[in-house]
């Protein structure tokens, strides 16, 4: 069982850059595809973007396509550029052990406590 832990958030403002970090322990990211949420208040957890297993194919929710970038080492780094109001949400790293990564939220089994973004105008 892998447990997951998000850092990176914090305050921009619109135009700017954060990148955020997803950290495993108990098991490394070898074994899974990974996933970025978010959840903006009063909305629906909604994909960002998703990473597999082998790092090769990779998958974006078409509001941040071009903007933001998953990548996967030792841990799963999402690089949020020309951010904006509308990125403000908390973000959760999250994985499943399966080889290729879906957009639905009920496909993946662990979670991280998330990291806030805020973007401020």
């Known amino acids: 069982q892998v447990q997951l832990v998000e850092s990176g958030g914090g305050l921009v403002q619109a135009g700017g850059s954060l990148r955020l970090s997803c950290a495993a322990s108990g098991r490394t990211f070898t074994y899974y595809s990974v996933g970025w949420f978010r959840q903006a208040p009063g909305k629906e957890r909604e994909f960002v973007a998703a990473?597999?297993?082998?790092?090769r194919y990779t998958r974006y929710a078409d509001s941040v396509k071009g903007r933001f970038t998953i990548s996967k080492d030792s841990a799963v780094n999402l690089q949020m550029n020309s951010l904006k109001p509308e990125d403000t949400a908390v973000y959760y790293c999250?994985?499943?052990?399966?080889?290729?990564?879906?957009?639905?939220?009920?496909?993946?089994?662990?979670w991280g406590p998330g990291t806030r973004v805020t973007v401020s105008s």
């Open positions: 990473i597999s297993r082998s790092a």
């Open positions: 999250c994985a499943v052990e399966r080889q290729f990564p879906s957009d639905a939220v009920n496909d993946f089994d662990y």
